[in-house]
């Protein structure tokens, strides 16, 4: 199927079939179906069901981290739960869950589509995650994969052989399926919106994602590549990788972050999309500066594929490659600049509305904007010299990868969650929830930033007593934020049946996802919306009665 | 507000903001103590870079705060905000801000990395072709293999191989020789030192002010050589020769961590550098001349005494080729608070 011969805006279904049911069944959802708002809801329920189980094996490594000797776990499964926790949160939860998840079910209706342009595609791209994740599961029978998710050889290559290819082929499944949707989402983006919407009329999300796959699509095959290799020297006898038999080590680091500095834009790009789309409908503001938002992203996915090797400072790397790649890294402070700045402003002279929702995109600009700042500290050789495969690392990325992907997620999941379901979520058990996930999180991840300046390597199981009391500190942190998955977790579970019903726009927003019923008709609409106003047109018509409709979950805590 | 005191009040706020960021960047105490002459290169750029952070941040944060408190809806407004799609003069300013950090960072980067050796990697100045001998340091010459390095061929290099990768002499030494050069190979989960004439420890002694060059292989893993006192490191990578160049400024002990990921008992491969004065350093090299001298032993540290789980014992023997009952053997000999260990030499080590 091409994307000409797709009747864009005529059903897909086979006509030969029974007439489409009316709306999904439960157990539709835990069958190969093609509809992007099924294979949505997949997988961000199959996303989150890893994130607990990558949750769970950080807490058991805090835990273990509690004190200086190994004496929790052993160190073999200490570091197997350390390579699965990343592996598991960036392959299984972040990107699964902002790409498939929010991508998938809001790219269509946002463009007014009836489907994804490949919608068997797409849905078997959903269905490589959940045996990949089994794979990885699987491969603690022997012994998980230890190497990091990084998985750098030679180390990689003498460690747990058997759960090494396992996770290799996990990744490789996963990275199959991404490039697929990302294929899917080009496509998509490009050519089925609907015929009165241009591409920068598009909401900027859909720029995001489009940044975003189009990132995929040119770094994923590279790691593919470097894993394969990998697969080969361990199972093969080839040797690109072992130093012995006149293999490369640093080679291997190449093409693993080609692809895996990317993925850190991959986790954050549709991220910024979701913030895009919260702070106008609960500022009630035009969006700051529409073009320069949507253009950002392009210039960071641009800029991004150029600046891989900032993760290779201490490693094999010639002296201008360390400086080289100290400039294009600083030069990815810019775009990001523009956003930042872009979304305060568009707070600027708003009415806004402290939903749940809001408050993780305010949570997320406070927890992005401090991990943005030691982004650029470490992005500059001769800071990173001292700070690479630190605590200081380990700090940074969980406030850009927690406090900025997770609380995006959160505040997604909290704004799009009446239109998936028909029912909002509870309010006051969400400021719960985000007040142990905002204190947690801070708690658990900023004294990191001590310990690795102070000289604690990353990865240890076991470490200096004088990091004692520090590494307490983190340890607490990381229970109140496993406590703070519960308060979401009901609130999910019983919204999703007993929550107040939503309506079709409860927040009062103007993309065109909220122009059909909640949760939407399996086709979308039946008949096709046309645009009337911009995505971000508040304030524009303040005096329409329809503006006037009271805003759900908008009354104030007091 | 009215708007004569929301002016002063920005002001006032403006030159608070750059006090409280100029006092934060001078004095986060962040940073262990420095004992090399890199360090405060690195720490002038962090500190730099804390103070630009911490003002960048609290102009975002109070931004933030300001507008939650003032543009909060009030109870039963259910009008919109100002229809404000953007400023393009506020926009380019604010593009204009990043990029100018930008380039001064870039730039103060770039100068930073050459005073600190990192565009010098394998400059060995003369050492290839002159035996250069300062006091109590011998320099290792090519045309003189060390001694050990018949009896002891898997512990010890005997000649470092060109490095391209790392830190070499900064530009003050640039051409010279180090006064001193120790091979450093890593494995799997403890450093050795491996010092001109044989001398083999498990912990490094290097002289304050004396310019140093370490030799970095690895013969397993990854591994990374770290010094946070230093502000260095540098990967130890199998099959590729890198260096590390420094001066340490400041006599004492710090620890040598491994900051590459290299197995299961990686947090435990530490070990410590001792900063010798001139004069301690050269009592210490006496002293190993003299333990190795009676029956050509060959002198092996292993681990000090701190990392004391049997556990690391084990594979490193394996690794370095002694058999367990030559283990069994070990003598200890402590000499002026290092510890040092005995090894009969036997054919295979
Ligand atoms: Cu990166
Ligand atoms: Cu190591």
Redesign the interface.
């Not at chain 2, 543009?71 to 109870?75: G, I, L």
């Not at chain 2, 990192?118 to 990697?121: S, V």
């Given at each position: 199927m091409t994307p000409a011969q797709l009747p864009v805006n005529t059903p897909l279904a086979d006509p030969g079939a029974s007439p489409p049911p009316q709306g999904w069944k439960w157990y539709d959802y835990f069958t190969f179906n093609v509809d992007h708002k099924v294979i949505g809801i997949q997988y961000l329920v199959t996303s989150f069901f890893f994130y607990l189980i990558g949750g769970a094996m950080a807490v058991a490594m805090r835990t273990e981290l509690a004190t200086p000797d190994s004496d929790f776990i052993d160190p073999t499964l200490y570091n197997a739960f350390m390579t699965n926790h990343g592996t598991i949160m960036i392959f299984l939860w972040i990107v699964p869950s902002a790409i498939g998840g929010f991508g998938n079910f809001l790219v269509p209706l946002m463009i007014g589509a009836r489907d994804m342009a490949f919608p068997k595609l797409n849905a078997i791209a959903f269905w490589l995650n959940p045996p990949a994740g089994a794979l990885l599961m699987a491969s603690f029978f022997f012994g998980g994969a230890q190497s990091g998710w990084t998985s750098y050889p030679p180390l990689s290559e003498i460690t747990a052989n058997v759960a090494q290819s396992m996770w290799i082929l996990a990744i490789v499944m996963v990275g199959t399926s991404s490039i697929l949707g990302a294929l899917n989402f080009v496509i998509t983006i490009l050519f089925m919106r609907i015929p009165s919407m241009r591409l920068d009329q598009s909401p900027l999300f859909c720029w995001a994602m489009l940044a975003t796959s189009l990132l995929a699509l040119l770094s994923t095959p590279v790691l593919a590549i470097g894993l394969l290799l990998l697969l080969f020297d361990i199972n093969f006898g080839t040797s690109f990788f072992k130093p012995d038999a006149g293999g490369n080590v640093v080679l291997y680091q190449h093409l693993f972050w080609f692809y895996s500095h990317p993925a850190v834009y991959l986790m954050i790009l549709p991220i910024f999309g979701i913030m895009s789309e919260v702070f106008p409908v609960y500022s009630r503001k035009p969006i700051f500066g529409y073009k320069a938002i949507a253009y950002s992203s392009m210039a960071i996915c641009l800029v991004g594929l150029f600046v891989w090797v900032h993760h290779m400072f201490t490693s094999g790397t010639p002296p201008w490659m360390r400086l080289f790649f100290t400039i294009s890294t600083l030069i990815v402070g810019i775009p990001t600049g523009v956003k930042i700045f872009g979304w305060v402003a568009t707070m600027w002279g708003g009415k806004i509305r402290y939903t749940t929702s809001m408050l993780f995109a305010i949570g997320f600009l406070t927890m992005f904007v401090f991990g943005g700042m030691t982004g650029v500290t470490m992005g500059t050789a001769p800071v990173d010299i001292h700070v690479h495969d630190t605590y200081y690392v380990v700090g940074h990325f969980h406030y850009v990868l927690f406090g900025g992907s997770v609380f995006g997620l959160y505040a997604g999941i909290y704004h799009w969650f009446p239109k998936m379901t028909g029912r909002l979520l509870n309010e006051p058990l969400g400021w719960v929830h985000f007040a142990l996930t905002f204190i947690g999180s801070n708690l658990t991840f900023l004294p990191m930033h001590q310990l690795g300046l102070q000289g604690m390597p990353r990865r240890v199981a076991m470490y200096d007593p004088q990091f004692t009391s520090v590494n307490q500190l983190c340890t607490i942190g990381a229970f109140i934020l496993a406590a703070s998955v519960i308060p979401f977790t009901i609130n999910v579970v019983w919204s999703w049946s007993r929550g107040a019903v939503a309506g079709d726009n409860p927040w009062r927003a103007l993309t065109l996802e909220w122009t059909t019923s909640s949760p939407p008709l399996i086709e979308n609409w039946e008949v096709l919306p046309v645009l009337t106003h911009g995505p971000y047109d508040y304030g524009l018509n303040n005096s329409s009665p329809e503006n006037l409709e009271p805003v759900a979950g908008s009354t104030s805590p007091s | 507000m009215k708007e004569i005191p929301s002016s002063i009040l920005t002001l006032t706020a403006g030159v608070l903001i750059t006090i409280i960021s100029f006092w934060v960047g001078q004095h986060h105490g962040?940073?262990?103590e420095q004992a090399s002459e890199q360090a405060p290169?690195?720490d002038n750029?962090?500190n730099v870079?804390?103070m630009i952070?911490t003002a960048?941040?609290l102009v975002?944060?109070g931004?933030?705060i300001v507008?939650?408190i003032k543009?909060?809806?009030?109870?039963g407004?259910?009008?919109?905000?100002?229809?404000?799609?953007?400023?393009l003069p506020?926009?380019a300013f604010?593009?204009a801000?990043?990029?100018a950090?930008?380039i001064f960072?870039?730039i103060y980067?770039?100068d930073?990395?050459d005073n600190?050796g990192?565009?010098?990697?394998g400059d060995h100045g003369m050492m290839s072709h002159h035996h250069v001998q300062p006091a109590a340091v011998v320099a290792q010459a090519p045309s003189q293999p060390a001694i050990a390095a018949d009896t002891a061929a898997p512990l010890i290099e005997p000649q470092a191989p060109y490095a391209?990768?790392g830190f070499g002499a900064n530009p003050d030494q640039m051409g010279k020789p180090p006064a001193l050069s120790v091979n450093v190979t890593g494995m799997q989960y403890a450093w050795l030192f491996n010092y001109p004439g044989g001398v083999v420890t498990g912990e490094l002694h290097i002289p304050a002010g004396r310019d140093v060059q370490l030799n970095l292989s690895a013969k397993?893993?990854?591994h990374?050589f770290?010094v946070?006192?230093f502000?260095?490191?540098?990967?130890a990578?199998?099959?590729?020769p890198?260096e590390l160049r420094f001066i340490a400024s400041k006599p004492g002990t710090y620890?040598v961590?491994?900051?590459?990921?290299?197995?299961?008992?990686?947090?435990?491969m530490?070990t410590q550098v001792i900063v010798h004065t001139q004069a301690d350093y050269d009592q210490w090299w006496a002293s190993t001349q003299v333990a190795q001298a009676p029956d050509q032993e060959q002198t092996i540290a292993v681990r000090p005494s701190d990392l004391s789980a049997p556990e690391f014992l084990a594979p490193y023997a394996e690794q370095v080729g002694v058999s367990s009952a030559a283990l069994a053997h070990l003598k200890h000999h402590h000499q002026g608070g290092t510890m040092i260990s005995h090894l009969p030499a036997s054919p295979e080590s």
């Open positions: - | 962040l940073m262990p290169l690195v750029l962090f870079m804390v952070g960048l941040f975002v944060q931004a933030i507008f939650m543009y909060r809806r009030r109870a407004d259910d009008t919109d905000g100002l229809y404000i799609e953007g400023n506020l926009e604010w593009t801000i990043p990029a950090i930008v960072l870039g980067s770039v930073v990395f600190m990192g565009l010098n990697p391209r990768y397993d893993v990854i990374s770290w946070p006192q502000r260095l490191k540098q990967d990578l199998p099959g590729q890198t620890p961590v491994c900051a590459e990921l290299c197995g299961s008992y990686h947090g435990g530490r």
